[in-house]
């Protein structure tokens, strides 16, 4: 897989070098089910084309960019980690656009014009809430006259769980309350968060959430195996405590398995 960091300035270059591909479009935070839908369907209908898979992304994250800053987005993974799942889901080029305020100003028709028929784009797969354009304006009952009727476009339907959209952001307040027992349903797996434990404390990798306050069950892994523990993250919400001795030092992943005390009701040693 191939990434590319596209931004005004190196657009044209890349639009020389485009082949006939299909895309899928969106920010896909997290790659819960909802998200592997809409790529899974994208890589289905580059299979019956016969040409390559595209996923495009944005970062920093449109809310943020929008809200002027005001919406601060609880990322749930790293660029990098998203790249290393999409090159496994068979993705053969990910575009990452850079968000700023100019590009949430191109007009839907511009975008479609110029990322979409410009970057080779013969079909289009986003989800049925995928907005695009100045305000959002763009949608994907438009998408194909924007592009001048020359992308195909498939709407993939809303994936939900008891009735609730699957999301980044549902995922994200989840987290924040602590119900990662309730992620599983919603992402595929337990949530993860990559760190280093350095003897002394752990420091989280950027681009990951903690889940709120309180006592959880865990996983701790490394290359070189995994133990079973229990960790607290302190009222502060960035300091982690773990009850037992932990057998090895440096980079390791925690699996949060299950909130067993709430915050109110921590006692710290
Ligand atoms: C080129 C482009 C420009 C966009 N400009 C805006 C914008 O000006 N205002 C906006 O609300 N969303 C804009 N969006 C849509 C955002 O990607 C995103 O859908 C929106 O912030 C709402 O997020 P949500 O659908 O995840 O709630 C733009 C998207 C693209 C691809
Ligand atoms: N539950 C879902 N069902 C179908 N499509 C979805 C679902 N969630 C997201 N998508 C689609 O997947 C792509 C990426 O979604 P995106 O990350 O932009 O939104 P999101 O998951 O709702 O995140 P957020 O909550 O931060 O807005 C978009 O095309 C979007 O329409």
């Known amino acids: ?143 194909k006259s924007d592009s001048g009727g020359r992308i195909d476009v498939t709407k993939v339907a809303k994936v939900e769980l008891r009735g609730e959209k699957i999301s980044s952001s549902c995922i994200r307040e989840r987290l924040l309350n602590g119900k990662v027992a309730e992620l599983p349903d919603l992402l595929g797996q337990f949530y993860e968060t990559q760190c280093e434990w350095n003897g002394d404390r752990f420091i989280l990798y950027p681009y990951y959430t903690l889940p709120g306050p309180g006592r959880y069950r865990v996983t701790l892994k490394n290359l070189s195996g995994s133990v079973q523990t229990e960790v607290s993250v302190l009222n502060d919400g960035t300091t982690l405590q773990c009850t037992d001795e932990i057998p090895f030092i440096g980079k390791l992943s925690i699996v949060w398995k299950k909130q067993i005390v709430e915050a109110r009701k921590l006692r710290i040693s």
């Open 1 to 143: 897989m191939e990434t590319i960091r596209l931004n005004r300035s190196n657009l044209a270059e890349w639009q020389k070098k485009a082949r006939p591909n299909v895309m899928a479009l969106g920010c896909f935070d997290g790659l819960h089910h909802g998200h592997c839908a809409v790529i899974n369907t994208a890589f289905q209908k580059a299979n019956e084309k016969q040409v390559p898979l595209a996923v495009m992304s944005f970062f920093p994250h449109p809310k943020t960019v929008i809200s002027n800053g005001k919406i601060h987005v609880h990322y749930l993974m790293p660029l990098a980690e998203k790249e290393a799942k999409l090159r496994k889901m068979g993705v053969d080029t990910f575009y990452i656009v850079e968000f700023d305020k100019g590009f949430a100003g191109v007009a839907p028709e511009q975008f479609a014009a110029q990322y979409l028929n410009g970057l080779g784009v013969v079909h289009a797969v986003a989800g049925f809430d995928f907005s695009y354009g100045a305000r959002g304006a763009g949608n994907m009952d438009r998408l």
